[in-house]
């Protein structure tokens, strides 16, 4: 898979303008050197794994964002976590009835 780098910086860019903050602000919180946010901002620069997942926690966004531009929906997540915590308490028997309930939803034109 190719990752374009102009796009990640332009995402990087867009989600820190969204949180109201500057490139030195942004440089400060993940401990990034001066100019270095511009330079991965301009694709000057390619950030590492480490840098970027700085970049996330800082910017409150996932690494998926950042490099592909997709984003995860909460509320479908949401439903997900709490459905299979529910699946984890069920006994063989329950889980055979869920699993044909699941395939029969799936082949629904909903």
Known sequence: MYVNYKEVGRRIAERRRELGLKQFEVNEMAGLSDKYLSN??????????DVLMKLCDVLKTTPDHLLLG????????AYKKH????????????LNLALGFIEWISMQSI
């Open 83 to 94: 459905i299979q915590n529910m699946l984890s308490s069920l006994n063989e028997k329950q």
């Open 40 to 49: 991965i901002e301009r694709a000057s620069s390619v950030p590492s794994i």
């Open 70 to 77: 997709t984003t995860v929906d909460k509320e479908s997540e």
